[in-house]
């Protein structure tokens, strides 16, 4: 069995803090994260923004009153 990879761990914290989604721009900096969605099942689930920016944005479209309350969202971002 695999060691548990940095990325792991960030990911079962943001299951702890019920972190339901996560909007991010893959790069160069999370692909290790990326492939610890892989691992994890998608939980929480990763959404993939087309433009960098728009990662900003899409967390507060998401937020409609189907969404529960007190869940919350977390960007990731490649830097530039």
């Known amino acids: 069995m695999a060691k548990e990879t940095v ?3 960030l990911l ?3 299951r702890e803090w019920n972190v339901k989604h ?3 721009y893959p790069g160069d900096g ?3 994260i990326l492939a610890a969605f892989g691992r994890a099942d998608n939980d ?3 959404i993939q923004a087309r433009y ?3 990662c900003a944005f899409e967390p507060t479209g998401a937020q409609t009153p189907s969404v529960r309350e007190g ?3 977390l960007i990731l971002s490649r830097s530039t």
């Open 22 to 24: 996560v909007f991010a």
């Open 44 to 46: 929480p689930q990763f």
């Open 30 to 32: 999370i692909n290790g």
């Open 71 to 73: 869940s919350s969202e």
């Open 12 to 14: 079962s914290r943001l």
């Open 52 to 54: 960098e920016e728009m």
């Open 7 to 9: 990325a792991d761990f």
